[in-house]
Nanobody
C-alpha cells in the first residue's frame, strides 16, 4: 500500500493551494480518507475527513469555510483545497487512509504560508 501526497509549497497569506493524496494497493472506496497536520514540537491536528460510505465530510473548526476535502474515486485520489490561507496554516499535511483495522499514512507535504 502506498499513500502519496503532492501539491504542497509556499504561498502568501490569503492565497490558495490544493493538496492531492493518491492511494494505491488498496480498495480506495472502502477507506475513509483524512488529512492531518503537524508542526515541529506540536501535536498532530485533525484537519478534514471524507467518509467512504456516503461521502460525508468533517472539518476542524479552525479550517471550516476555508478548506474543502473531496475525492475522485476513479483516480484513487482525495484532494484538500485550501483557500484564504493563514500564516498559522503552515504545517506538514499528512494524508491518512483508514478502515476498521487498517491505517495507512503518507509521508507528508509541507505547506508554508508567508505573511
Amino acid at each position: 500500500v502506498q499513500v502519496v501526497e503532492s501539491g504542497g509549497g509556499l504561498v502568501q497569506a490569503g492565497g490558495s493551494l490544493r493538496l492531492s493524496c493518491t492511494a494505491s494497493g488498496l480498495t480506495f472506496n472502502q477507506y475513509t480518507m483524512a488529512w492531518f497536520r503537524q508542526a515541529p514540537g506540536k501535536e498532530r491536528e485533525f484537519v478534514a475527513a471524507l467518509v467512504h460510505k456516503d461521502g460525508s465530510t468533517y472539518y476542524a473548526d479552525s479550517v471550516k469555510g476555508r478548506i474543502t476535502i473531496s475525492r475522485d474515486i476513479a483516480k484513487n485520489t482525495v484532494y484538500l483545497q485550501m483557500n484564504n490561507l493563514k500564516v498559522e496554516d503552515t504545517d506538514v499535511y499528512c494524508c491518512n487512509a483508514i478502515r476498521t483495522c487498517d491505517d495507512y499514512w503518507g509521508q507528508g507535504a509541507q505547506v508554508t504560508v508567508s505573511s
